[in-house]
């Protein structure tokens, strides 16, 4: 009761915490008199295909203001790399302009060339007017049915026309178009005088307020997108329904005839040959090898679990609406913090219900499974970042701020999780008593070893989330929106319902032929669907995006190795205790010599 309430609270804590983090434009109510000065803030720039390789916006040489004020950001902000500045553009409530000249400005041969090849990766910058985001291209490359990269015509665009659609004394909606008529050619390396220009149009719209980030959203739930998703649904709950027939019918069969045999006394030796899942009772309640680390698992796969359950409370209640800056980054930091006890409390209790003696070892592993190669990864990936002046690199009063969020909260709250287990004194509850000498496991043909059961036990759950996956990588790892979190949270569930499922039939069989070390088996089994996520990002990364260079390379592969590592250590948890229920189940229901 004790652990159901601190998680209600903890609930409670995080909707109030997180819906603070809503950015508001200068803090205001998002209502201007005419005339009145409108927020306008550019963010980043970058390579429309590499989302992580993005730079301050003043990092190529656009027409600055005299004073370049920083926006002052959240910690959310920071880790999605958002980079706030004001930007050089008069945006002021319903104040049309023709032609406003931005500046003049001589480029050097290293700026025309700075920006030719940023017009070559199809650089975009991002800015946010009231908190709206709107992107645009810098250029444009003229090929003209040109085979040779050295004929092709570079063309940097100088003048911004901006739509602006308002309802009353509020902003709505904010689109930006560029005219390749109105460019300068950059395509050699000279000197080159620019004149800069943007011009802005006002229009009334009836648009409510409350709708005005609909817009965003639509593209993922646009009725072409909501008909895959309900097939992967559809492909998901068939999977459900055919396993759950599987077991139903096989196991339960099986299970019910083994129960037959074994309660009759008289059944001959054949009879008893036939299934040995009854004769290894002695050892299936044999404690597994390296238990401080299997509990350190079992401690950070549920709170792992937990933390996915929670985000997905928030998703459902509306927190993670379409570019609310950091929020989810907010999120994941605070709620991982905060259910660090969980990890504690877990991996303890299970630790010393295995008869293990140093628990406080074994706490200090369960704190450094996870978090340890994550750390690791960012050190790598913070410093490749610093290399490239991208804005992906967290400043140090930002690595300082996560820093103290791990020791004063992650850590204090692990050890208090980890006493609050030490002094429950559960026991471990075993049907059957476990003999002194371990029984010997029979040879067993090569598909019963460990590698090739992970395979099958990883298939048929990423066969129930693959189609969903390509719109997450999508939305994480491109420019695509993702807002349907009821049907994420669906798939969610039913990849924990398989993956309990098929690690439930493939520990029966393991018993059936006498190998009674399912305990790691069973962890594994589970989380081999993580193998199969990171298999999945070699091939989405290679076939389905134009994603290139070291960076983004290193950024994708190296956070999505964590991320995989995440899901190995949850689903083997989900595994494991799904394999525990069953198997303290099938043999309370027999008579133990």
Known sequence: M??????????????????????????SSHKYNEREHVPLYANKVGPFHNPSETYRYYDLPFCAPENVKDKREDLGEVLNGDRLV??????????????ETLCRKKLTKEEVAQLRTAVLKDYYFQMYYDDLPFWGFLGKVERENKMDPSEYKYLLFKHIHFDVLY??????????????????????????????????????????????MEKYSKSSSMPQHLEIHWFSIINSCVTVLLLTGFLATILMRVLKNDFIKYSHDEESVDDQEETGWKYIHGDVFRYPKHKSLFSAVLGSGTQLLALAMFIFLLALVGVFYPYNRGALFTALVVIYALTSGIAGYTATSTYLQLEGTNWVRNLLLTGCLFCGPLFLTFCFLNTVAIAYSATAALPFGTILVIVLIWTLVTSPLLVLGGIAGKNSKAEFQAPCRTTKYPREIPPLPWYRGTIPQMAMAGFLPFSAIYIEL??????????K????????????IILIIVTAFITVALTYFQLAVEDHEWWWRSVLCGGSTGVFILG???????????????????????????????????LGTVGFRASLLFVRHIYRSIKCE
């Open 167 to 212: 309802n009353n004394d509020r902003v709505i909606e904010i689109n930006v178009q560029t005219d390749p008529n109105q460019s300068v050619d950059i395509t050699e390396d000279r000197e080159v005088e620019a004149e800069f220009s943007y011009s802005v149009k006002w229009k009334e719209t009836d648009i409510p307020f409350e709708n005005r």
């Open 481 to 492: 929106i993702y807002t349907i979190y009821s049907i994420l949270f669906i798939v969610f």
């Open 536 to 570: 999945y990002c070699l091939y989405y990364y290679y076939a389905r995006s134009d994603m290139s260079g070291f960076m983004q390379t290193s950024f994708f592969f190296g956070y999505m190795a964590c991320i995989c590592y995440g899901f190995f250590l949850m």
């Open 2 to 27: 004790k652990m159901a309430g601190r998680g209600v609270l903890v609930v409670v804590v995080m909707l109030v915490v997180i819906s603070g983090f809503r950015v508001e434009g200068d803090g």
């Open 470 to 479: 390509y719109y997450i990588f999508a939305s994480v790892w491109g420019h």
């Open 86 to 99: 004001d930007a050089p553009y008069a945006l002021n409530f319903r104040v049309d302009k023709q032609s």
